[in-house]
Structures are given as C-alpha cells and as structure tokens.
T-cell receptor
Framework: EDKVVQSPLSLVVHEGDTVTLNCSYEVTNFRSLLWYKQEKKAPTFLFML????IEKKSGRLSSILDKKELFSILNITATQTGDSAVYLC???????????FGQGTRLTINP | NAGVMQNPRHLVRRRGQEARLRCSPMKGHSHVYWYRQLPEEGLKFMVY????????ESGMPKERFSAEFPKEGPSILRIQQVVRGDSAAYFCASSPTGQGANYGYTFGSGTRLTVV
C-alpha cells in the first residue's frame, strides 16, 4: 500500500526560529512530491518536486527531495506567527491523478 | 476568476439522512477530484471525475457514496444514510486537463459535514 509519513506530527517554536519538517514515502510508481500549507480552510500549494537534489525556494520556505532515500524536507527560516498551519506532504503517482497525503505536521509559532 | 467553490461550507445531518455536497470547479476546468479529511488526518483521495465520466473511484467507499459531474452544473458528492463516521471535511479540487495532479491542483475551501 502506498504510504506517506510526516514527522514530527506537531511542533511548537518561537518566532524567528528555523524549522525543518520531514516527509518520507513508500509508493509503487513515484512521479512527484508536493507540499501544501493548510490553515483553517483549503490546502494551498507550496512546492512540487520531481528531481533529487534540486532545491525549490520561495521566500523563507525551501524544499528538497532525495529520491534515493525516499524523503523530502521543508525548511522555514525566520518563522513568523503567520506560518502557523498544518503542512501537508503528498506524493503523485505515475499513471494516476490522485495524490497520496501524509497526516500532516501541525506547526505553531509563538510570538 | 473565482476559485473552486464548494457549498455548503458547513452541513449538519442526522444519522440516516442524505448529504449532498456541491463543487463548482474553476472556470474552464473540466476535471474534478474529491478528497476526505478525517479529524487530525491527512487528505484521502475519493474520486476523480471528468464531465459526465467517472475516471477513478478507487477511494470511494463501496456503499452509500456516489459522485457525479454532469455536463451542466456542479459536481455532486452524495452520501446516503449518513453515519457518525462520515463526519469529516470534504475537499474538492479542479484542473483544466487530466494532468491536474502533476501540477498540484487547486483545492476549494471544503464542506465540513457533521453527523449527529
């Protein structure tokens, strides 16, 4: 069965800290790995990664994929209270249009 | 350009009633995906539809659940004879082509179903 596991499940840090969120996967036909940010409403797309070792960056957020070790990390530097959310990792499969999601990491940034 | 619109935002049903959840895709999108999110869990794929066709329903429970996407109008996810375990957030996403998952499709704000 295709599986995506995120860690930690919950993380509380102070504003200004740097955080690293982890996502590992075991799937039969990997095509891509995606990160989403979910506040109280819809998940919003952050990154899609398909190639190992190439960092994707958007402001204070960055992500990288390791297809040999089957994991990805999402880094957030200089965290702000607005970064508080659940961060979801998902894997896209070859030959299918569905995404397999992890259970999410709930990140809380305290002022 | 409005995003993916889901309604109602919140729906309360008694056990045994029917729930109908609606999803209007983004303008120009003809592919719709439904996901369910149980409390404190990630999203789980339910069904992928194109106009008038179900393409992949591998995540749909075998009984009581059905989905359609007619030629005109929104996509509908229908749950008959709801039970407490159906309480969840139901999210819809859409894409202009059948390659939506390749690019991280856009989600609606979800319908939160509570069964009492």
């Amino acid at each position: 069965e295709d599986k995506v596991v995120q860690s930690p499940l919950s993380l509380v840090v102070h504003e200004g800290d740097t955080v690293t969120l982890n996502c590992s996967y075991e799937v039969t036909n990997f095509r891509s790995l995606l990160w989403y940010k979910q506040e109280k409403k819809a998940p919003t797309f952050l990154f899609m990664l398909t190639s190992s070792g190439i960092e994707k960056k958007s402001g204070r957020l960055s992500s990288i994929l390791d297809k040999k070790e089957l994991f990805s990390i999402l880094n957030i530097t200089a965290t702000q209270t607005g970064d508080s959310a659940v961060y979801l990792c998902a894997v896209g499969l070859q030959g299918a249009q569905k995404l397999v999601f992890g259970q999410g990491t709930r990140l809380t940034i305290n002022p | 350009n409005a995003g993916v619109m889901q309604n109602p935002r919140h729906l309360v049903r008694r056990r045994g009633q029917e729930a109908r959840l609606r999803c209007s895709p983004m303008k120009g999108h003809s592919h719709v995906y439904w996901y369910r999110q149980l409390p404190e869990e990630g999203l789980k794929f339910m069904v992928y539809l194109q106009k008038e066709n179900i393409i992949d329903e591998s995540g749909m429970p075998k009984e009581r659940f059905s989905a359609e996407f007619p030629k005109e109008g929104p996509s509908i996810l229908r749950i008959q004879q709801v039970v407490r375990g159906d309480s969840a957030a139901y999210f819809c996403a859409s894409s202009p082509t059948g390659q939506g998952a390749n690019y991280g499709y856009t989600f609606g704000s979800g319908t939160r179903l509570t069964v009492v």
